[in-house]
T-cell receptor, first 113, second 116 residues
Framework: AQKITQTQPGMFVQEKEAVTLDCTYD???????LFWYKQPSSGEMIFLIY??????QNATEGRYSLNFQKARKSANLVISASQLGDSAMYFC??????????FGTGTRLQVFP | GAVVSQHPSRVICKSGTSVKIECRSL??????MFWYRQFPKQSLMLMAT?????????EQGVEKDKFLINHASLTLSTLTVTSAHPEDSSFYIC????????????FGEGSWLTVV
């Protein structure tokens, strides 16, 4: 069965520092996509970054990068130069080319001055 | 701007009544939309897949007679919570794949439902 695991319920980081949010996944399907979403307290789901299983290079989007280690089945999110506005819930998710998303349990990130 | 619009953003209803939530794709057609539910401090769980012109596909454990889904047009899917009970209070959010599939999945703003 497909599964996403986020082992960090909460993380703290000081402003301007980098932080890594962990995500591991489990699937036997060779074709899949991995997403990271940010969810502030308002509830909206903000797309951050996407990595396809066949992508050779790690995805990057501004301050966000995805450390994709296929053999380890991990897709960690790295946020560089954290900002106070980065404080939110972060969800890792997977799709198997059906556009249905399987979500992890999330990590609450708190950025302090 | 938003590419998927969801309405209402917040709704309070009395126990036993029904409430409808709309999910609308803006400027693109969505033959498939997805409805998720999120309880406080929990993750998003897929409830059902809404298919334009055909019946919705429900995930295991989701009551199809309680959560009615209608996808009457290429830009609109509705979720109706029938005979709502306090335990149905939750955050409901829809998504739609964009025209460039694979890495384009848009979410609505979500709807907070409180049943009193």
């Amino acid at each position: 069965a497909q599964k996403i695991t986020q082992t960090q319920p909460g993380m703290f980081v000081q402003e301007k520092e980098a932080v890594t949010l962990d995500c591991t996944y489990d699937t036997s399907d060779p074709s899949y996509g991995l997403f990271w979403y940010k969810q502030p307290s308002s509830g909206e789901m903000i797309f951050l970054i996407y990595q396809g299983s066949y992508d050779q290079q790690n995805a990057t989007e501004g301050r966000y990068s995805l450390n994709f280690q296929k053999a380890r089945k991990s897709a960690n999110l790295v946020i560089s130069a954290s900002q106070l506005g980065d404080s939110a819930m972060y969800f890792c998710a997977m799709t198997l080319n059906t556009d249905k998303l399987i979500f992890g349990t999330g990590t609450r990130l708190q950025v302090f001055p | 701007g938003a590419v998927v619009s969801q309405h209402p953003s917040r709704v309070i209803c009395k126990s036993g009544t029904s409430v409808k939530i709309e999910c609308r794709s803006l400027d693109f057609q969505a033959t498939t939309m997805f409805w998720y539910r999120q309880f406080p401090k929990q993750s998003l769980m897929l409830m059902a897949t809404s298919n334009e012109g055909s019946k919705a596909t429900y995930e295991q454990g989701v009551e199809k007679d309680k959560f009615l889904i209608n996808h009457a047009s290429l830009t609109l899917s509705t979720l109706t919570v029938t005979s709502a009970h306090p335990e149905d209070s939750s955050f409901y959010i829809c998504s739609a794949p964009g025209q460039v599939s694979g890495n384009t999945i848009y979410f609505g703003e979500g709807s907070w439902l409180t049943v009193v």
